[in-house]
Nanobody, 121 residues
Framework: QVELVESGGGSVQAGGSLRLSCVVSRNIFSRYTMGWYRQATGKQRELVAGINRSGSLIYATAVTDRFTIARDNAKSTVYLQMNSLKPEDSAIYYC???????????????WGQGTQVTVSL
């Protein structure tokens, strides 16, 4: 029913920037809370940033002051602007949607297939 497609990943040097995009294939996009998650090799999936219907934000401590999440309801798209990237940011980044403002990965309703981000020295 709901499909999420991520784009914008790639390889950059430390200190560079990337902007990820996630398009949701539903006209009710504005009713969903949206989140960006990442999973590095050998580690569990973790929340990077989230935004609910009213615009309230949540960020992981590791990305505060460097990453920014935003949504465009007219385009059914959520973005993740990533600045001052570090090697430890390297991971597969996933877009996720849910009706409730609950950020634990196991309670999310829908997931994209992910986009790879690699940051080198």
């Amino acid at each position: 029913q709901v499909e999420l497609v991520e784009s914008g990943g790639g390889s950059v040097q430390a200190g560079g920037s990337l902007r990820l995009s996630c398009v949701v294939s539903r006209n009710i996009f504005s009713r969903y809370t949206m989140g960006w998650y990442r999973q590095a090799t050998g580690k569990q999936r973790e929340l990077v940033a989230g935004i609910n219907r009213s615009g309230s934000l949540i960020y992981a401590t590791a990305v505060t002051d460097r990453f920014t999440i935003a949504r465009d309801n007219a385009k059914s798209t959520v973005y993740l602007q990533m600045n001052s990237l570090k090697p430890e940011d390297s991971a597969i980044y996933y877009c996720s949607a849910a009706l409730a403002a609950r950020w634990d990965p196991e309670y999310r309703d829908y997931w994209g297939q992910g986009t790879q981000v690699t940051v080198s020295l």
